[in-house]
């Protein structure tokens, strides 16, 4: 299973930005899907994640700024920044749990690369 995000880049405090992250691969179903995001010096945090039932968890910072989807034709979560601040600064990781082909039924949890987001001031 392989992840592919994008949608990072540098914008101005207040402004918006779209990551998106497809997976691919050996998937017989996806059982969450999510972002994580870690800043220079400090822990990796919960972002939002997306279950296949349609419930969400957001992390307390970014309440009523960001939003997760998902297309499931696509495989594909998004996550939709608004109203960033300096402090969303950070690289943002998609993950996902899905329910793999090959082997039939495992569980994987799978991390993508990251993808940079910069906000100035």
């Known amino acids: 299973v392989q992840l592919q995000a994008s949608g990072g880049g540098l914008v101005q405090a207040g402004g918006s930005l779209r990551l998106s992250c497809a997976a691919s691969g050996s998937i017989f179903s996806i059982n969450t899907m999510g972002w994580y995001r870690q800043a220079p010096g400090k822990q990796r945090e919960l972002v939002a994640v997306?279950?296949?039932?349609?419930?969400?968890n957001y992390g307390d910072s970014v309440k009523g700024r960001f939003t997760i989807s998902r297309d499931n034709a696509k495989n594909t979560v998004y996550l939709q920044m608004n109203s960033l601040k300096p402090e969303d600064t950070a690289v943002y990781l998609c993950?996902?749990?899905?329910?793999?082909?090959?082997?039939?039924?495992?569980?994987?949890?799978?991390w993508g690369q990251g993808t940079l987001v910069t906000v100035s001031s």
């Open positions: 993950n996902v749990l899905v329910t793999t082909t090959q082997p039939m039924g495992a569980l994987l949890d799978r």
């Open positions: 997306l279950s296949s039932g349609g419930s969400t």
